[in-house]
């Protein structure tokens, strides 16, 4: 019981965390690349995927998928990354962009975010594997 008190506490904590992250972030590169295409949230997920992969590498038991530490996964997986990343902002951004008639630009909005993500996100886990194994962690 009280470890999910903590970890709950950790969530929000987290998500207030990422959440603050997230509209700095975005706001810097809508102001310095225009709003005529989501780069903001594609960045802030991007962002997120490679932090879910490092976090993953380091939290998950090594040939299984179990958290290794599910209180410590709480806070930094679900509260801040989970509040950091926007799968909201970028569905909503991407039937704008094709309610306005820009099918290409929201075409490729779909298609930059979820290669850029899977790729961030194999890129964190892998690099980070690969450095625990080379540093004689695992």
Do not use: K
């Amino acid at each position: 019981m009280a470890e999910a008190l903590i970890a709950l506490g950790l969530v929000a904590l987290g998500g207030a965390v990422g959440s603050v992250a997230r509209f700095w972030l975005s706001g810097v590169v809508a102001r310095r690349f225009g709003e005529t295409f989501p780069l903001g949230t594609l960045t802030v997920n991007v962002t997120g995927a490679v932090a879910i992969g490092v976090l993953a590498a380091l939290l998950l038991a090594p040939g299984t998928h179990e958290i290794g530490n599910r209180t410590l996964w709480a806070g930094l997986a679900v509260g801040i990354l989970g509040s950091y990343t926007t799968v909201s902002s970028f569905s909503l951004q991407t039937l704008a962009l094709a309610r306005n008639g820009e099918t290409g630009r929201a075409l490729a909005n779909i298609v930059l975010s979820l290669a850029l993500c899977l790729a961030a996100a194999a890129g964190g886990w892998l690099g980070t594997s690969h450095a625990l194994t080379v540093w004689g962690v695992r």
